[in-house]
Every structure is written in structure tokens, then in C-alpha cells.
């Protein structure tokens, strides 16, 4: 397997505190890695500095072999790399077809082009028909739940034909319905050949889906490796038990 | 899938003949001032509406295009020697598309920051061309002001030419927000109201989308303030580029809609009538003003369009569940 991502000696400080220091991960190609940690070990932040929505103060990030000088969220969509957010994000103004619609790259010329096109609506629906939202096609995403929301915003990020999707705590405050719908497409697509790095507290989920699995604590990774050895490691337990 | 609905068709067709019916039903000059300074600000609002209704970027300083506009139908006449007549009018696309191109570098720049430091930096825009149109002397005229030619027209039928060209500025505006409200330019400007750093994750291209709309909007801005400056036949920089203009259309967007494509105008068509009516019938006109615009606010603080689109959506479907119903309309290309 090739890396399909790669974050080297990352460092981020809020002030005086330090979110991330000296932090490496590597997100091998076709993987469903899982990067867990205790709350405020510095997932989310590396989600954020890997996508671009923060700069880092130190450190350098490859995708798909090239390195990523200014990390920029729509470049990185546009390069493949794409991600979800723990509260998901919607365009709650638009329709779910206009969600997702919005997020098929379009070239600079295409402005006064319809804003839904036949072809636009047809892929919309076919993506929204395999999350199960077809019927709600046309309705206004302000007006869903929030599991139908993550739906959603997963579906979104699959408009761009990504070749990596980070999932930031996909299964947060949903109902367990809405979990294995959540796990049968994260399987589905990783079948189909789609990489993920996921962020996720359900212990379950992780040890049912992931593989690596990489642990975070205090900003630095601590372990790495299968479900199974990660979940007995002293270290992980030491970080999570907080002895 | 673009498409022009028989109900909005209707609606643009009723409006452009109320609009050319208006001076041949309405001849006497003080309607057909107020006619033509009614049509102005649904000119200017629905200008405005482009970037600060479609997008969510409040530009406060749209004033200093319309001024920009004004000087530079002066400025031609003045420098270059156009002539009087209908000339002036004919440079208006000139100017237009000049303004908008000049704006782009500005909104470039403005258009890095959001919410209030972006009003504050268009703001800070307009007062900057306020300013440079009272020092640079050699241009502008400083604080004398600059004249205009002497318009032709006929004194009973003096205003319909302005007017005319005033509902063309008026109506390009209108058709320009729909192209845009239904066309991929709107997708991605409703995207970035919305939640501008979901759709720069998404690939949306926001600088590009927002500077076009800015410059756009700034051209369209600028058209009717040439026709203004010609119409006065002199201006001076504090009324040229005065930021009541900027505040007046968007209380109107705010009143009618923003974000909507009929809204800022139909707003405009409520404010302007009204303001004169008020400040001829009581010496408390401005309160009189202010009360009618705050009961409006409280009861419809979404603008006169969406409310009222929400009650009729309400009606109609009284139990509404979540999730269950779909929008009467996607909101972003209301009407």
C-alpha cells in the first residue's frame, strides 16, 4: 500500500496551549483508518490543519505523493481530499439537491449556466436515492434531522469524486439506525476504493471498521496499529483511563 | 433546469408595462420626479441586492460606485467634450462595464474580510472616494462640483427620458439577479451566505463568485448614478457620493427581501412614494418614516416577500413536520 496522505511533525499552538506537537500520521491508500484520542488530544485539529481550515505552525503534509504547500480547502476538495465536520454542516437554505449540486466543481466559465441542470439533478438524485433521501429531494436542508444532516453532508462530500474522505465523528448523536446506515456506506465506498481517515468516540464502530487505528494524546501520537492490539495497549488505556 | 415560470413572467411583464404606462398616466413633473427617483433606488436596491442579498456581504459603500458613476458621466463631458442630447446616455454600458471592472481589484481586497469589518471597509471605500472627489481639483472640480450639459427636453416631458433610461438600468438589474438567482452564480453566492467556509471545503470558488457579483453589481450601481448626474445637471461630491443613497436601498432590500429577486424592488417602490408623501403631509415625516419601517421589521423581519411566502406556505400545509415537507420554493431563488 502507498500513502495516500501524510502529515509530518505537525504543530499547532492556541496561545499558550499546545494543540498538536511533533505529530506524524499516515493514511495509507484504500485503509479505513481511525484516529482516536481523548478529548482535546488535537483530532479535530489535525482534521483542520490537514484540510486547510487552519493553518499549522510547523510541519508538512503529502497528498497522493506531492506535497501541499498552502493547504486550502477548496484546492484540496478539488485535489481529492474532502471531509465532514462533528456538527454537520449544511447549506440549510438550499435544497438537498442544491447541497449537492453546489459541490460538483464546476469550471470558472459555467456562472450563467443553470444553477440545478438536468445532469446536476439526475447524479444528485442518484447519490441522494443511496442515502435514502431521495423523497426529500426538494425540501429545505434547514428543515432535516440531525442524523438525515449527516446524511447529507456525507453525500456532499462524495459530489467532488474524492479519493479521500475525512469523517469527523460520523456517528456523534445519532440513533443507532442511523449508525449502521452511517457504517453500511462507509463500507460500501471503501469497497468501491474510497480511502477514510475517521475521527470517532463509538469504540465499536471503531473496532468493527477501522484498521489502522491511530491514537492521539496531548497533540502527539502515542500508538499505532490494528484494532485489536491498539485496544489493549498500556499506553492507550493509560491515556484514556487517565491514570 | 432554467426555467422562466408563467407566474414569473407574468410578474416581469405587468411590471415593465406599469413601469412604461407610468409617465403617459402620471404626466405632472412632481409625480414623474418621484416616478423616476422611486424607479432610481429599485434600480440601486436591487444593484445591492446582487452581492449583499445573495451572498450576505452588506456592502454599505455602494454609494461611492453611483458617485463614481455620476463624475464619470461629468468628467466626459467636461474633459472629453460628449455633447448633450442623448449622448449621455449612450455612454452609460461604457460606463457600466468600466466601473465594474475598475471595481474588481477593490473587491479583491474588500471582500477578504466578512460581516461588519466588511461594511466598515466599504464604508472606509466610500469615504476615500468622497474625499478624492472633493481634492482632486484638476478632475473633479474639488467642492464646486462639476456641471453636466443642459439636457434638450422638452419642459412638460422633461423627465421621460431619464426615467426611461432609469427603468432600462432598472430592468437589467432585475433580469441580471434572476440569471444569477437561477444560474450557477447563485448556487455558489447562496452557498457562501450559508456557511462560506462549508462551501470553500466543498470546492466552491468564494473569491471568484463574490468579486464577480461585487463588480457586477458595482457596474449596475454606477449606470444609474450617470443617469442621476445628468438628470441634476450638477453635482457636488457629498450628494454625488453620500451614504445615505447606500443606506436608503438597503433598508429597501431589508424591507421587501433581501435575497429575493423582486424584494429590494418592491421595497423601494413602498419607501420612496412614501417618504415623499410623508414629508409633504407632516413636519414628523422621518418619524413617521422610521415608525412605518420598524412595524414592518418586527412583524416581517425576513422582509415583506418571505414572510409573506411563509405564511402562505404555513397555510397551506399547517403541520408541517421535520423533514417531512418540502419548501414552497428553494429559498434562494425566491421570487
Known sequence: ?243 | MRRVTVAGAARGGVATAALVAFPFVFSTPYLMTIGLFTVMYMALATAWNLLGGFSGYLSLGHAAFFGIGAYAEAITFTHIGIGGGYRPFALLPVIGVGVALASVPIGVVALRVRAATFAIVTISMLFIVQQLAFNLHSLTNGAQGMSMPLPPFGVDTYERPFYFCMVAVFLASLLTCWATATGKLGLMLFAIRDDEDRARGLGVRTTYAKVVAFAVSAGLTAMAGGIWAYYEGFIYPQFAIDPLVTIGAVLMAFLGGRGTIWGPALGALILVPAQQYLAYSSQLYLVAYSAVFLAVMLVMPRGIIPSARDLIAARRSPRRRPGGEPASTPSGVAT
Open chain 1, 1 to 243: 500500500m502507498t500513502a495516500l496522505l501524510e502529515a509530518r511533525s505537525l504543530r499547532k499552538r492556541f496561545g499558550g496551549i499546545a494543540a498538536l506537537e511533533d505529530c506524524s500520521l499516515t493514511v495509507e491508500e484504500g485503509t479505513i483508518t481511525a484516529l482516536i484520542g481523548p478529548n482535546g488530544s488535537g483530532k479535530t485539529t489535525v482534521f483542520n490543519l490537514v484540510t486547510g481550515y487552519l493553518p499549522a505552525d510547523a510541519g508538512t503534509i503529502e497528498f497522493g505523493g506531492q506535497p501541499v504547500r498552502r493547504p486550502e480547502p477548496a484546492r484540496l476538495y478539488r485535489m481529492g481530499l474532502s471531509r465532514t465536520f462533528q456538527q454537520a454542516r449544511v447549506f440549510t437554505e438550499l435544497t438537498l439537491v442544491q447541497n449537492l449540486v453546489a459541490a460538483i466543481q464546476q469550471p470558472r466559465r459555467s456562472l450563467l449556466r443553470a444553477g440545478v441542470g438536468r445532469d446536476d439533478r439526475r447524479r444528485a438524485l442518484d447519490v441522494l436515492g443511496r442515502f435514502g433521501l431521495e423523497r426529500l429531494a426538494d425540501a429545505r436542508a434547514g428543515d432535516l434531522s440531525f442524523g438525515q444532516r449527516k446524511l447529507l453532508e456525507f453525500a456532499s462530500v462524495l459530489m467532488g469524486r474524492p479519493r479521500v474522505v475525512l469523517l469527523d465523528e460520523p456517528t456523534s448523536g445519532v440513533n443507532p439506525v442511523m449508525i449502521e446506515v452511517m457504517e453500511r456506506h462507509i463500507r460500501e465506498l471503501h469497497a468501491q476504493g474510497l480511502t477514510f481517515l475517521i475521527v470517532e468516540h463509538d469504540m465499536h464502530v471503531v473496532m468493527r471498521l477501522c484498521d489502522p487505528v491511530i491514537v492521539l494524546d496531548h497533540g502527539a501520537k502515542i500508538m499505532e496499529g490494528p484494532p485489536h492490539v491498539v485496544q489493549r495497549d498500556p499506553a492507550v488505556l493509560d491515556a484514556y483511563l487517565g491514570a
